[in-house]
Nanobody, 124 residues
Framework: VQLQASGGGLVQAGGSLRLSCEAS????????VGWFRQAPGKEREFVAA???????YYADSKKGRFTITRDNAKNTVYLQMNSLKPEDTAVYYC???????????????????WGQGTLVTVSS
């Protein structure tokens, strides 16, 4: 499967953005999809994930501000980001894997497929 992330851009603090992760290939609905981000000089960190069942998981600091959803008919997973802060500035990546287990979803090493990343810049 190939992933294409989009939707990043420049936004003021307190604003919102919706990122999209569009997949090519069949059976995308069978994949766990995660969003990760990497700020300059920092390690890549988990943001959110959604299982094929629709169950969602978030990094603690993102709960309440970020929402991950999926539209299997469009082979797309979305990340709605509200109340953005300057510290949310990063390159956001989507990733997918068909066999990742629950306890591994927050670790980037277990995802086999990655999109190219989309830059989110939040100004103060």
């Amino acid at each position: 499967v190939q992933l294409q992330a989009s939707g990043g851009g420049l936004v003021q603090a307190g604003g919102s953005l919706r990122l999209s992760c569009e997949a090519s290939g069949r059976s995308f609905s069978m994949y766990v999809v995660g969003w990760f981000r990497q700020a300059p000089g920092k390690e890549r960190e988990f943001v959110a994930a959604i299982r094929r069942s629709g169950h969602t998981y978030y990094a603690d600091s993102k709960k309440g501000r970020f929402t991950i959803t999926r539209d299997n008919a469009k082979n797309t997973v979305y990340l709605q980001m509200n109340s953005l802060k300057p510290e949310d500035t990063a390159v956001y990546y989507c990733a997918a894997d068909q066999s990742i287990i629950l306890t591994s979803m927050t670790s980037s090493r277990y995802y086999a497929y990655w999109g190219q990343g989309t830059l989110v810049t939040v100004s103060s």
